[in-house]
């Protein structure tokens, strides 16, 4: 798959993401037996050095918070590679 760069506590490191799936959105109208409450994007990844050396000590440090926000600069990846904008 293919990764990016980003910082963990502060520290410069590359995100490999091992895994994604897409968010799926709810479906909320039209007959009850039809709706879906959708499920939220999923992602898996690895932590790696600046020289690409999976880094086990850095990955212990990521947070909640941080799962959050590498998805989140996933996602605006995949934008910027979707639309050409880089």
């Keep these: ?5 980003t910082r963990i506590s502060g520290i410069p490191c590359i995100c ?6 897409r968010a799926i ?5 039209g007959p009850w037996e039809d709706s879906d409450p959708g499920s939220p994007s999923e992602i898996e990844f ?8 999976r ?7 990521v947070t909640e918070d941080d799962e959050d926000r590498l998805k989140e600069e996933w996602e605006v ?3 910027e590679e979707k639309y050409f904008y880089y």
């Design 77 to 79: 990846t995949l934008l």
């Design 16 to 21: 490999k993401v091992t895994s994604y799936s």
């Design 55 to 61: 880094a086990l000590w850095l990955e212990r440090k």
């Design 1 to 5: 798959m293919k990764q990016f760069t």
């Design 25 to 29: 959105p709810a479906i909320l109208s």
């Design 46 to 53: 690895e932590i790696l050095t600046t020289k690409g050396k």
